[in-house]
């Protein structure tokens, strides 16, 4: 009976202290959420969204679409025409709307597509590649330019 009591406070104790480290946040998280809140001051508005069809990100599974992060700027003014154009070979690929954007050339790396509608450009991207939020100046500089073209 005392090995017995002593294996159910063992037990107990590890499963604590199992809980205790299930509830830190992991470093990439937390990467993360600096990255999303650097950009929030900056005035660029990143949320995580479905990756539509076009934009040719591979699927999480079969049946599921892959969640992206779409960074996107708004502009007040703007009355911008809608244009979708991928990125292929660090270049632009129109979809759909204005050719003049083709063969336009992306320096920033991870960006999977460009989205222009109304008042907003926003792009898709895979955080991933820049967690300490490197090219966070040069993609406002970037999407801003996109709208003045």
């Not at 679409?65 to 960074?71: G, H, Q, T």
């Not at 660090?90 to 050339?105: A, C, I, M, N, R």
């Amino acid at each position: 009976m005392e090995n017995t009591g002593l294996w159910v406070t063992v037990i107990i104790v590890v499963f604590v202290i199992g809980s205790i480290f299930g509830l830190r946040v992991s470093p990439r998280e937390k990467a993360l959420g600096v990255l999303r809140e650097k950009a929030r001051k900056m005035g660029l508005h990143p949320r995580l969204v479905v990756a539509p069809d076009w934009t040719k990100v591979p699927k999480a599974t079969e049946d599921r679409a892959s969640m992206i992060a779409y960074y996107s700027v708004l502009i007040p003014s703007g009355n911008l025409t809608l244009m979708r154009a991928k990125v292929e070979d660090q270049k632009l690929t129109v979809v759909y709307g204005d050719e003049k954007f083709s063969d336009l050339p992306i320096a920033l790396q991870g960006i999977y597509a460009i989205d222009m509608q109304a008042n907003c450009v926003g792009m898709y991207w895979d955080e991933h590649c820049d967690l300490k939020a490197t090219q966070l100046d040069e993609m406002k500089a970037f999407l801003l330019s996109l709208a003045e073209h």
